[in-house]
């Protein structure tokens, strides 16, 4: 009958992934105990990584239920909705979650995903923004911002993004792969074959990252002979 107990159980079945077995530990919990929103949440949480994205909706709107104010339920819920295809519902519940903490950059990342599929670029362009000035250290961010530029043939506007994350993280070779392909497709090929060999210095094991985000690449002899070099 000891409540914290069974809670923690929950909890660390939840780190091992034991989702189903955690689940269990925390309805006990509620059997035990006036029902708390963090319990429901949590339920809420190891439903979306069952994929049981109705259960999850269920538990983190009781989460909602006990406590408005709630954020983590109300993107909780924004993100099952963006998953089952209700994705103009979603973004209402992930905005109230940004409304009621405006400095999470995971908020603003996940928002900022869903209106770019929403194809609403000047929205998202917002979101990636402020998650680049919230978390200038994210590893993924100044990919996805640019990315987004790219796609729409703004080159410019992409590699200024790209040199404004070097700025940030001036030893991440994922940046150098992809500012090389930005140089690439804007026709400055000593300049990507310069920032080519940099990314191999640092980082040689992800030069897969460069072919993959676009594949011509692998027909540009140049950038092939650098790669030779540097294979160990």
């Known amino acids: 009958t000891f409540v914290s107990a069974w809670f923690n159980m929950g909890n660390t079945y939840s780190s ?10 925390y309805l006990e919990t509620l059997r035990l105990e006036d029902p708390q929103p ?18 999850a909706i269920d ?9 408005d104010e709630f954020a983590d339920a ?14 103009k519902s979603s973004l209402n519940f992930m905005s109230k979650a940004l409304e009621l903490d405006p400095d999470n950059p995971e908020y603003w990342y996940i928002y ?20 680049s000035e919230l978390d200038p250290e994210n590893p ?7 990315e987004m530029y790219d796609n729409i043939d703004e080159r410019e506007t992409a590699i200024d993004i790209i ?3 070097l700025e940030h993280q001036p030893r991440n070779a994922s940046l150098y792969y992809r ?21 191999l210095k640092l980082n040689y094991n992800r030069h897969s990252e460069m072919f993959d985000y676009y594949p011509d690449m692998r027909m540009r002899n140049e950038i092939i002979e650098l790669v030779n070099t540097y294979r160990k």
Do not use: P
Not at 16 to 25: L, P, T, V
């Open 112 to 131: 900022g995903d869903t209106l770019h599929k929403e194809q609403n670029t000047e929205e998202a362009a917002f979101c990636y923004s402020k998650v």
């Open 140 to 146: 993924d961010i100044w990919l996805d911002y640019s």
């Open 179 to 199: 500012l090389a392909v930005y140089m690439i497709k804007s026709g400055k090929k000593e300049r990507a074959a310069d920032l080519v060999g940099k990314a």
């Open 74 to 87: 109300w993107m909780g819920v924004g993100v099952c909705l963006e998953e089952t295809g209700k994705r």
């Open 59 to 67: 538990y983190y709107r009781k989460a909602i239920d006990l406590d």
């Open 38 to 55: 963090v319990t429901h949440y949590y339920i809420g949480e190891c439903y979306e990584k069952l994929e049981v994205f109705d259960r």
């Open 163 to 165: 040199n404004e994350g």
């Open 16 to 25: 091992i992934e034991q989702y189903r077995k955690a689940i269990k530990a």
